[in-house]
């Protein structure tokens, strides 16, 4: 309700994407982290997080990425975008220490996002050969 009162501050859709990833849930994490990643700063003189905008709503979309499934989950363009995006963010604006295990969660992304695109040709290539018969 609070993202819905004020849908310009990535607080209240921070913290929604932050419980499910330590509920473990990465597909939900992901879907709401994204949001409070792509959300600029707002520019208001009260009330402000410049870390959340800066930092941590990249790095909590990477833990997130984490605890998605790679036999189940999947990844579109957009979302890939969005990771690829949240790495390279985490990576210039936060501290080594929050970096550190980064990189292999953009690495299991690419897994997801590669194994996602492979099904999805599979699955074109099937159509189109049952088209022909």
Not at 22 to 39: C, E, I
Request: glycine share 6%; net charge positive; charged share 40%.
């Amino acid at each position: 309700r609070a993202w819905e009162l004020d849908p310009p501050r990535a607080d209240a859709v921070f913290y929604i994407g932050q419980h499910f990833r330590l509920r473990r849930d990465g597909k939900n994490a992901v879907k709401y982290l994204r949001k409070a990643a792509a959300l600029p700063m707002p520019k208001r003189k009260n009330y402000q997080w410049p870390e959340l905008y800066h930092c941590l709503a990249h790095l909590e979309l990477m833990r997130g990425v984490y605890w998605l499934n790679e036999e189940t989950d999947t990844l579109s363009g957009s979302a890939w975008k969005d990771i690829k995006k949240a790495y390279h963010t985490v990576m210039s604006n936060c501290e080594p220490g929050d970096r550190r295990d980064v990189g292999s969660f953009y690495d299991k992304g690419k897994r997801i996002r590669e194994k996602t695109k492979r099904e999805k040709k599979e699955k074109a290539d099937k159509k189109k050969s049952s088209e022909v018969s």
